[in-house]
């Protein structure tokens, strides 16, 4: 098990629609997903945050990310089947730009098929918190980035700032109907 460094925002690894996993129990696969959570584990360790990490993030331009929050989870070639009808919006803040938060517009509800680490194929419906997660992962595996998905006026904050004059308010805004106009959504289901 080796912890990585978290490849930043600019590195072309981040930008690249990452390829599905074809032999889900090699041990290729096992030591990227033992690397991953090495490495999500040591960034918790040391700075007391983060519930998730995509392989890209790593360096490994493979679908597969791991989550490390109160349900762990191994998500091997997801893919966003459903979403619901109303959508909600995000402080989003990503290990690949520490410092900054973007405010983005998330499905408040989704249904996901992923394979586990034993290759057996699962599907989950998730809402809130836990949906936006595995959005803002699945965003990884395709090269997309919070920064691509900016939602409001002035969406873009520093995270001194934000501690400043929103962390009171939390990461999550309350669910609303979709409206006609939100696109950003479409390709994901």
């Known amino acids: 098990m080796t912890i990585h ?7 072309p690894i981040l930008r690249t629609r990452c390829e599905p996993i074809t032999k889900p129990r090699s041990t290729a696969v096992r030591v990227i997903l ?11 360790s040391r700075f007391g945050s983060g519930r998730a990490i995509a392989a890209p993030q790593i360096g490994a331009p ?3 990310a791991v989550v490390e929050a109160e349900h762990p989870l191994v998500l091997i070639n997801p893919e966003i089947l459903d979403i619901g009808t109303e959508d909600f919006p995000v402080w989003d803040d990503c290990f690949s730009f520490p410092n900054l938060l973007v405010r ?7 249904r996901v098929r992923y394979q586990d680490a034993r290759g057996e194929w699962s ?13 803002h992962e699945i965003d990884h595996l395709d090269g997309v980035l919070a920064v691509d998905r900016p939602h409001g006026l002035d969406p873009f904050c520093l995270r001194e700032e934000w501690n400043r004059h929103y962390a009171d308010l939390g990461r999550l805004g309350d669910p609303e109907p979709r409206s006609e106009s939100y696109g950003s959504m479409s390709g994901l289901a």
């Open 34 to 44: 033992d690397d991953l959570r090495e490495t999500l584990r040591d960034w918790q």
């Open 5 to 11: 460094r978290i490849r930043l925002l600019g590195d």
């Open 62 to 64: 493979v679908r597969i």
């Open 123 to 135: 599907e989950s419906e998730l809402e809130g918190s836990r949906a936006e997660l595995i959005q």
């Open 104 to 110: 983005v517009s998330r499905a408040h509800r989704i």
